[in-house]
Each structure stands twice: as C-alpha cells, then as structure tokens.
C-alpha cells in the first residue's frame, strides 16, 4: 500500500523511515525483517523495493560471492593496504579502496549493462560495428589474467540457467562475445562485469546500480584486507628500490641567475 503523505519537503525517500515508534524499510518493519531476511535478500528489496523470488535472491547471492574478492594485487586492495599502512583507521583504508573502483575496475558493470539495456533490441553485429568505429572499448570483455574464459562468468552463467534467469541479455553479451572476434580477429572472454552486467539486466536492475552491485561484496574483501595488514604487517608501505627505476634528468646545477 502507497502512502498517501504528500508534501513539498526539500528532502524525500521511498527507501526508509524511522520514527521513536518504529523504522519502516520499503514498508516492512525492521523488526520483521530481522526476524525474516537474509542479507542477500535485504540488499536486493532495499535497492528494488521489493522482496525477491527465491531464485533472485540465489543469483543475487552467487554474484556477490564471485565479486568478494579477487586477491592482493587488485588496484582497491593494495590501496586499502597502503593507505591503513600510512596510519589510518580502518574506515579510512576500505573507504580509499572503494573510491579505487572505477571505470576500469569495477565500473564496467556499469557500462556494459547501459550498453545492452539501451541496445537490447540491435543485433550484436551493429553493436559492435559501432563501437568498433567510435574507437570505443566494449565493456565486459577481456581481462589481465583470463584469455579465453573467465572462470567466474562461467559458474554465473550456469547458475543463471538453472534458476532460469539466463536470457536476452545473456545471450547478446555471448553473441557480442563472438562478432567482437569476427570484426576484430581476436577472441575476448567475458569477464565478471560482463557476466554481472547481463545477469543484472535480466534481473530488470537499473544499469545506474552496476557499481553498487560491485561495491557491496567487495566492500567485505577491503574490510578483510585492511584487517589483515593491521594484524601481520608493519607500518608505512614504501616500495623497494628494484621495483621501481628513476628515468628523469640526470643531477644538474641550478642557473645563477633564474629569470
């Protein structure tokens, strides 16, 4: 049931409420959904308003698992680390990891789920063609570690089809997959933004939600990150002299006189 209030405050949200009686998220109390939810579940009515079916909140889960973490040498990971190592809380270091994630890291979820939402009726030859020809990159293929599959694409795409939530979209992320390697001679996995970018769409998420959807797991590796460099190593990160080189001008004298 819709509320009925209406006013002209500056201010206004549809996503919660609270009062010295009780705290309403999208309507449901939040003593029922303690008593009720999963966390899965609650990020997914929090950001859609509404509660998800069981095979929803399933591929909601499994891509939150596959977006946990991926290792140390991820750019928001070392950051995290180097930035508790100079000192700070750890607030501080996962927050600096966060504002790591962006259009190369994490942020083509984003892109490539405006891409097939706004393209979702183009055959994947125009789309490609296309970008191919603005000189653009297509979001959600290729990776530095992974040529020909993504090992994390594959479980997500495979779960997709059991819960039944594998389609248009997924099949025209494959589809661009293949007219990429037909136009441009060279085969590109999908990687996980893709997968979660088609995945997303089919679950009618809006494309503005890709970060998020990758900010939120990945939010719990930071946390484990920062944590463990504040238990197992020692302050102030500082690079070693062989793992960078100074290719600047050599010592020379300062002018007598500078104009």
């Known amino acids: 049931m819709e509320s009925k209030i209406t006013n002209n405050k500056k201010w206004k949200t549809s996503i919660a409420n609270s009062t010295d009686k009780q705290t309403l998220v999208r309507g449901y109390p939040l003593e029922d959904l303690?008593?009720?939810?999963?966390?899965?579940?609650?990020?997914y009515l929090i950001l859609k308003g509404e509660l998800p079916t069981k095979q929803e909140e399933q591929m909601l889960n499994a891509i939150f698992v596959a977006a946990i973490d991926h290792g140390i040498a991820s750019p928001s990971s070392q950051v995290a680390r180097i930035v508790f190592s100079g000192g700070n809380s750890l607030n501080t270091a996962v927050g600096a990891g966060i504002l790591t994630l962006g259009d190369s890291h994490g942020g083509a979820i984003e892109q490539c789920a405006k891409l097939l939402q706004e393209n979702k009726d183009k055959p994947a030859k125009e789309i490609v063609a296309e970008i191919l020809q603005q000189k653009k990159v297509l979001p959600g293929l290729g990776h530095k570690i992974y040529k020909d599959e993504d090992p994390r694409t594959i479980q997500l795409f495979s779960i997709a089809k059991k819960l039944r939530l594998y389609g248009n979209?997924?099949?025209?992320?494959?589809?661009?997959?293949?007219?990429?390697e037909k136009q441009k001679?060279?085969?590109?996995?999908?990687?996980?933004?893709?997968?979660?970018?088609?995945?997303?769409?089919?679950m009618q998420f809006d494309w503005r939600l890709g970060k998020g959807l990758f900010i939120i797991p990945r939010t719990a590796g930071l946390v484990a990150h920062a944590h463990e460099e504040w238990c197992r190593e020692k302050p102030f990160r500082r690079l070693d002299e062989?793992?960078?080189?100074y290719d600047g001008k050599d010592e020379r004298k300062l002018p007598k006189k500078i104009e």
């Open 34 to 43: 303690i008593q009720n939810l999963n966390f899965t579940q609650a990020i």
């Open 169 to 180: 979209y997924c099949k025209l992320t494959e589809e661009i997959q293949k007219e990429i």
């Open 185 to 202: 001679g060279k085969k590109l996995c999908i990687n996980i933004d893709g997968a979660i970018a088609a995945i997303m769409s089919e």
């Open 242 to 245: 062989d793992e960078y080189c």
